[in-house]
């Protein structure tokens, strides 16, 4: 790397646009959406999609709620034409959707355009060429007036060919190509050209596409071309200006969702932001933004995994873990204090009287995407308390007191160390059976157990194997609890005080379980935790008592 890249590389210019108005506006409905999977992420594929891939993509889109959709690229081939005129004449394009196609600006290109989406209800025909000064200089060869005539000889061509083809209620689209590195005076002179031929009205208005085909500048200065053009292109009320936005700086998303507030009223993008170099805008990433701040995106990704297992099988790329809100681990805190604030989150949420969602660390509730809340909270050698009180609440019901809670981590958190890697929830049950609940090579098993009552006194009977053998104790108390521990302080137990007891009912219905849970101090003040389980919570509290004894 140069030490110092001025040498090589200018910086950016800013736009001369006074008063803007973007940084005050707010988002406040969708835009029009356009997937471009099948045309701009299938052309970045190492292996394009065949016929069946594209139909099953295609259908998805459709399931989600996209009502244009860029259907390819039809004068590349016979493949291509073929499947695009496929879903026109088998009928499988519904009647609230308009598919597109994209060419260049050639006239035989847009000849065969037209050819494909003959006899469809609507369409939309995309024609582009670049209009940018390394273009014009490196790639043409022409001067300005040059590139302005291939696009009036564009516009004139799909004028031609809609008549030519009275059937559809054709719809153009025009992108002056490399928009966000060309001057704005000269796209926006281009596209006032195509216009004068097209002649759109308010009620029929062209879309005019800005694309940044590649990001050359930070999202505020997107932000600024487009309100730049916005005010600048005459009549603009006839006009559908569009936002394709690229990742290169990694600020896609950004540029688009700036753009929108700059005045555009439509995105082009993809699913996960597939795409040549470092992808399209995510159209799931832009929706979803605007879903957590209450706005509806029109778009349904209610079964969000159902959608990305179709985008890795039509694309066979993976959706990375890390993918905002369709990542593997999107919704999943390995971190300590994350989950435990999480979990104060869930726990909060069960007392509220309305459905606001305000859980920290979390910006939409994965059920709305149809994510389970099972692995929002996932034990490794980084968890703390609080992570592992989730696993054991969501998969067993298990709600222990927060003492507890810290004293049973220490286990988990060894456990992690000598594993070294991610905890399940089977490995948190066993370790927590082996700590509190199996009595097997423990000192203390229950048999059977009765208690009478002696006054105010309770007396508790009971058969237990202490050290292996079976032996019959007894204890007086003034509950059963003091009991049980007055019991095994006379067979050889260790001596115990009652610190803490809770107890809570696991499941519902006639089988339902309870849990009892004890914090006990011994003598020279070592605090012992334990817990029962029974379908008799008296049963259950001695089993917790005998359980804290063992842990002696």
């Given amino acids: ?41 299938n052309q970045s594929l190492i292996d394009p999609m065949d016929a069946e891939k594209k139909a099953r993509f295609f259908d998805l889109l459709v399931r989600c709620g996209f009502k244009e959709i860029e259907v390819g690229f039809p004068s590349a081939g016979a493949t291509e034409f073929d499947f695009i005129s496929g879903l026109v004449k088998n009928g499988r394009i519904p009647g609230d959707v308009t598919p597109q196609v994209l060419t260049q600006s050639r006239a035989d290109l847009i000849r065969t355009s037209f050819d494909s989406l003959e006899g469809a209800k609507t369409a939309i025909v995309h024609v582009y060429n670049a209009v940018s000064p390394a273009w014009r200089k490196i790639v043409f060869g022409m001067d300005m007036p040059a590139i302005k005539q291939i696009a009036i000889e564009g516009a004139k061509q799909l004028r031609d060919n809609a008549a030519r083809l009275p059937g559809t209620d054709w719809r153009f689209e025009y992108s002056p190509e490399t928009f ?39 999202a505020n200065i997107y932000a600024d071309q487009i309100e730049y053009f916005c005010k600048n292109l005459p009549n603009r009320d006839r006009a559908i200006i569009s936002l394709h936005t690229h990742n290169d700086r990694g600020t896609g998303v950004a540029a688009a969702e700036l753009g929108l507030l700059a005045g555009a009223d439509r995105v082009e993008g993809c699913l996960f932001g597939n795409g040549e170099r470092t992808g399209n805008t995510c159209l799931v990433t832009i929706a979803l933004n605007m879903y957590t701040q209450g706005v509806d995106p029109e778009l349904d990704f209610s079964n969000i995994d159902e959608v990305i297992q179709t985008v890795e099988y039509c694309n066979q790329l993976p959706v990375h873990p890390r993918h905002p809100y369709g990542g593997e681990l999107v919704y999943t805190a390995f971190s300590g204090s994350h989950q ?3 979990k104060k ?6 007392r509220q009287n309305d459905e606001r969602w305000e859980v920290p660390y979390l910006p939409i509730d994965p059920a709305d995407l149809g994510r389970s809340y099972e692995a929002v909270i996932r034990v490794n050698s980084q968890s703390g308390k609080g992570g592992v009180a989730w696993v054991l609440e969501q998969d067993k019901g298990l709600k222990l007191p927060k003492k507890m809670q810290a004293s049973f981590s220490h286990t988990v ?9 991610e905890l399940g929830a089977e490995d948190i049950w066993q370790a927590f059976e082996g700590a509190y609940l199996t009595t097997e090579a423990k000192r203390f098993q229950l048999v059977d157990w009765s208690e009478t009552h002696s006054g105010a006194d309770r007396i508790f009977a009971g058969k237990l194997t202490i050290d292996g053998t079976p032996r019959s104790v007894s204890g007086r108390g003034n509950g059963l609890m003091s009991s049980v521990i007055a019991a095994l ?41 334990g817990c029962g389980l029974d379908t008799d919570v008296a049963t259950a509290s001695v089993r917790a008592i005998l359980s804290a004894a063992n842990g002696a």
């Fill in 1 to 41: 790397m140069l030490r110092d890249p001025s040498v090589k590389y200018n910086a950016f210019p800013q736009v001369p646009l006074a008063n803007r108005e973007w940084p005050g506006r707010v988002t406040t409905s969708a835009p029009i959406w356009l997937s471009t999977d099948m045309r701009d992420g």
């Fill in 180 to 218: 966000s590195t060309a001057e704005l005076d000269f796209s926006i002179a281009c596209c006032e050209a195509v216009m004068e031929i097209l002649q759109p009205t308010v009620d029929k208005p062209i879309i005019l596409n800005l694309p940044a085909t590649v990001e050359a500048s930070t």
């Fill in 340 to 342: 435990d604030a999480i």
């Fill in 345 to 350: 989150g869930f726990a909060a949420r069960e």
């Fill in 413 to 421: 958190q060894a456990l992690a160390d000598q594993t070294s890697r």
């Fill in 489 to 529: 302080s006379e067979s050889g137990g260790p001596v115990m005080d009652i610190v803490d007891y809770s107890e809570h009912a696991i499941g519902q219905g006639s089988n339902v379980q309870a849990a009892a849970y004890v914090e006990c101090r011994t003598a020279d003040g070592k605090s012992l935790f």
